[in-house]
């Protein structure tokens, strides 16, 4: 299973950024035309992925034990969203064997280490600042 996670995670970090890159080739970022930003559906859809977000920072955020973490992972996800998610997972997989347990992937607390949320932090910032 998490041989089976750690692929499913590459692909969608593969896939985000296929798509992110394709989209921001053909649209700037901020360049969404009005009559879809006032859509229903597409404000729908902007709160049902940062909910998703904001679910997913509260199991990172009890995870994780150091203050600066929590802060550096919640600035990566709601800049990247499944980009940063799919990295803190396979952050997460790639610690244990692929044989191991998933039970230590979902209960296993860290110290906190802020590498990996500090360079995907900072990414997120530049993107939406050179948007």
């Known amino acids: 299973m998490i041989l089976f ?9 593969a896939s985000m950024l296929a798509v992110t890159g394709w989209a921001s080739l053909h649209t700037p970022l ?6 879809v930003l006032g859509h229903p559906w597409f404000i729908a859809t902007l709160f ?5 977000f904001v679910t997913f920072y509260v199991w990172v955020a009890w995870k994780e034990q150091s203050h ?29 064997p692929a044989s191991g347990s998933l039970d230590v992937v979902f209960t ?3 110290p906190g280490k802020i590498i990996l949320p500090a360079l995907l932090a900072a990414a997120g910032a530049g993107i939406y600042l050179l948007a």
């Open 30 to 35: 901020f360049a969404i035309p009005r009559a």
């Open 48 to 52: 049902d992925a940062y909910w998703a």
């Open 68 to 96: 600066a973490a929590r802060g550096l992972w919640f600035v990566a996800i709601i800049a990247l969203g499944n980009l940063a998610m799919a990295a803190y997972f396979l952050r997460e997989l790639l610690a244990v």
């Open 108 to 110: 296993r607390r860290n």
């Open 5 to 13: 996670l750690r692929i499913l995670f590459c692909v969608v970090i």
